[in-house]
């Protein structure tokens, strides 16, 4: 079996050597009847059968305790780990305390097949990336995704959680490489979207606050909702654009006690995003 070849190094490296087999049968060596034989430095002493097996039984439970033992020390494969951001991420130029992540073709299968523009925001150092479902990250419909998909993933326990959701323009609208005033208003582009936010439904008075602003001829709208009943969190803060043939929505959710200590903190990310 392919795991034999996995783990027969440890399984070597635990078992006595035949030397030591020889000089641990002599020592028990001691016999009442000749039910059974082993073979010694010198010649064959007889052994008890009962003795035998009990012997070998013993050496194979302390032999899987100590394979145990080593598999529960070992390190999780590299791919599984989380790590914080703050140890490979760039520091944040404009704001100190920050780390700057810029996307890039390689981090998710939508930006390889050039179907989303390249989005950038920052994080404190403390946050870590996790992974995204591969049924909700759009790999196996690219470059033509009819629904919206998760592009990134990021959080911290104490603060909250953010992601980058991307829809498809033409779920939105008929026009090709429209703006996001072409979709319409804030409140009808969030009607649509509201759901891809609170990870369940949504209902508009659950929507608190929205503005209108223009980064570099780029114009965002953003939004506060208070979402009891959502999934992601109670308190999610989001902000959208639209370029090319897709429209990006970023969002940050928290629970109660998350936005009480983090409230500035995430609104500070939400307002560095930028596509």
Known sequence: MASSSVFSPIIHALRPSASSCGRISAAHAVSADNNATVVVDGGAASRPAP?????????????????????????????????????????????????????????????????????????????????????LSGNYCQPKCAEPWVEVKFEDDKQGKVQVVVSPLIRLTNKPNATIEDIGSPERLIASLGPFVTGNTFDSDELIETSVEKIDGQTYYSYYLETPLALTGSHNLAKATAKGSTVVLFVASASDKQWQSSEKVLKTIVDSFQV
């Open 51 to 135: 003795l035998a097996a009990a012997f070998s039984q013993r050496r194979e439970l302390l032999l899987g305790a100590a394979l145990n033992a080593a598999l529960v020390r070992a390190p999780l494969p590299a791919v599984a780990r989380e790590i914080e951001v703050g140890t490979f991420l760039p520091p944040a130029s404009s704001n100190p305390g920050f780390m700057f992540f810029k996307a890039t073709p390689k981090d998710t299968p939508a930006l390889r097949a050039g179907n989303v523009q390249p989005y950038e925001f920052i994080l404190p150092p403390t946050w870590k990336q996790t992974r995204v479902a591969n049924i």
